[in-house]
């Protein structure tokens, strides 16, 4: 424990630390040298055995941080919806770390289990819930969410499956998501126990969009052979493109059969902010949960990951499990205890950093922000096209997926880019057999001058792989 001298000295040489590296991240490479051998060579003395000065070692992790790492805050990196985090979430991260604010049960940290209800109620008022019966709860991140979507739909689709689990079910549950969708559907159909089996991959049209003919055929294949639909999981932003698949379609189909209607909408939600976007996700208000990521296109630090509900009784009968030990101050009140409501148990003060972010920056100045960014995708794919490169989704989402004309392997250009740390793109894959490079933009400091500099670097690059 260091005394009140020394705790003032760390505090001030942390704030300028912070302070430097906001200041000069753009300054610097967006990526690192690849070199496990270097990086265990330089913690390799670290054995424990006798205690170091604290100055410096704050300074050595700031220092190894700053080498080490790609710079998500830095404003080229093109990359997996990792943006530079706002001001005022650094903030209230630091404070949390601070107060040390335990999420489990109500009675012991009143103030943050009511500012994430609070936020609950207002993120699900601007996706179109009735915020006054929106439910939800603060999560890791959006595989956390989806998580606890799937554990909901098979609680609400066969209430003894919290209790008996799925040997106690007469059928094999199944569920629908589009050939796009992320990848912890897949995760999370494995730790539910249904399998990974469990997940219907339905085929996405030319806009890399859901199909919904090819989702009620699918369903109907699967009643046939005696499965148990249950759910239909729609995206909103996918992670490879930013397609959005026909939400109101399959808001349609899922009344229609029955069936739970979830929407993994972690980043391209985002849209439901800025008011020229929000038509883009018409049709989400009829789903019956919604995951979201504050992480990603609202800016603050990893991970906030958001799941809401219009269903209030939900979580409760997905994950009430009482116990004798916990606190039971506020049994009298009208409340949530978190570690009832969700799949965490004691879990970190997640709410603060989007409240003060939010509270800063207003609901007008997100929108700015992602209308900016959106600019910026509008930029980019302008540039690319001019450059002899072909632009092969046009989402209206800031998320490009591009090949040369000519024919550079996609992989030899985005290696030579990161190489160069000049700026951090990818490639994915389209469709299922279409190797492209992937670039986009979710940091609200990407101006102009960088994504021209993108260009000046591809272009560089695709001489180099040619």
């Not at 799925?166 to 494995?190: D, T, W």
């Amino acid at each position: 424990m260091l005394e009140a001298p020394q705790r003032a000295r760390l505090w001030k040489q942390l704030a300028d630390i912070l302070e430097n590296y906001a200041a000069s991240v753009h300054t610097r490479r967006v990526t690192p040298d690849l070199d496990p051998e270097r990086i265990r060579a330089v913690l390799a003395p670290f054995d424990f055995e006798k205690p170091r000065d604290p100055f410096e070692m704050v300074e050595f992790a700031a220092r190894q941080l700053s080498e080490w790492q790609t710079h998500t805050p830095h404003p080229r990196y093109y990359g997996l919806f990792n943006p530079a985090p706002a001001t005022m979430g650094i903030a209230a991260d630091t404070l949390v770390a601070a107060f040390n604010p335990q999420l489990a049960a109500w009675a012991h940290s009143p103030l943050a289990v009511e500012i994430e209800r609070h936020l609950i109620r207002a993120l699900g008022g601007r996706f179109g819930y009735d915020a006054a019966s929106t439910d939800g709860t603060f999560a890791s991140g959006g595989a956390e969410a989806n998580h606890t979507a799937l554990v909901a739909a098979l609680t609400r689709a066969f209430p003894e499956y919290p209790v008996k689990g799925v040997r106690a079910l007469a059928a094999q549950p199944v569920f629908y998501a589009s050939a796009e969708c992320h990848h912890s559907f897949q995760k999370a159909a494995r730790i539910t126990g249904i399998g990974q089996e469990a997940v219907r991959t339905v085929a996405v049209d030319g806009e890399l969009r859901m199909s919904p003919a090819a989702l009620r055929k699918q369903i109907a294949e699967d009643r046939a052979a005696g499965l148990a639909p249950f759910l239909i999981a729609g995206t909103a932003g996918t992670t490879n493109a930013g397609a959005i698949d026909p939400l109101e379609e399959l808001a349609a189909i899922a009344s229609q059969e029955k069936l739970f209607y979830h929407v993994d909408a972690a980043w391209g939600g985002a849209a439901a902010l800025a008011a020229p976007l929000r038509g883009l996700i018409a049709g989400i208000e009829r789903a019956d949960s919604i995951t979201f990521d504050a992480h990603k296109w609202l800016s603050v630090p990893m991970g906030a990951g958001v799941f809401l509900t219009r269903h209030k009784d939900l979580l409760h009968a997905a994950f009430r499990t009482p116990t004798a030990y916990m606190p039971k101050e506020a049994a009298a009140f009208d409340v949530i205890d978190p570690h009832l409501h969700s799949m965490q148990w004691s879990r970190r003060f997640i709410g603060l950093k989007v409240f003060l972010s939010l509270t800063v920056a207003g609901w007008e100045g997100y929108e700015k922000a992602i209308l900016h960014m959106t600019e910026m995708g509008n930029r980019l794919r302008g540039k690319l096209e001019e450059n002899g490169w072909e632009v092969l989704s046009r989402p209206p989402l800031p998320v490009l997926c591009f090949v040369d004309r000519c024919g550079a392997d996609p992989r030899k250009v985005a290696a030579e880019v990161v190489a160069s740390g000049e700026a951090w793109i990818s490639t994915t894959i389209l469709g299922g057999n279409k190797l492209t490079l992937r670039a986009c933009i979710t940091n609200y400091r990407t101006g102009p001058e960088d994504v021209d500099a993108l260009i000046v670097s591809l272009d560089r690059a695709r001489a180099k792989a040619a």
